[in-house]
């Protein structure tokens, strides 16, 4: 049995870079179970269908908390809050 991980993503890019980010991280070899993305950008982001569709298919969730002005250690230990994992993963993206 695989543990299960959960990967954290302070984020304050838009909405395109946060889909291409993610179809990236549906190519690794290991997908985390869960991916918990913190936009700290102050604008609502949607995640294209196309790849919330993939996720579903490999049984991953996809949480989006949108925090307006958090610095990335607020923003990972919010992350952190909202983790359902005991395995960690922080990945930065600016």
């Known amino acids: 049995m695989k543990n299960k991980i959960s990967l ?10 946060v889909n291409d980010f993610l ?17 700290t950008s102050g604008k609502k982001i949607k995640i294209d269908k196309y790849i919330n569709r993939k996720f579903k298919s490999k049984k991953v969730t996809i949480k989006i908390i949108n925090k307006k002005n958090l610095y990335p250690g607020a923003a ?16 930065d993206m600016n």
């Open 8 to 17: 954290i993503i302070p984020s304050i890019s838009d909405e395109f870079f």
């Open 23 to 39: 179809t990236n991280i549906y190519l690794w070899i290991y997908i985390p179970s869960e991916i918990i993305l913190i936009n």
């Open 76 to 91: 990972r230990n919010l992350g952190l809050r909202y983790s359902k994992f005991k395995y960690i993963l922080f990945l």
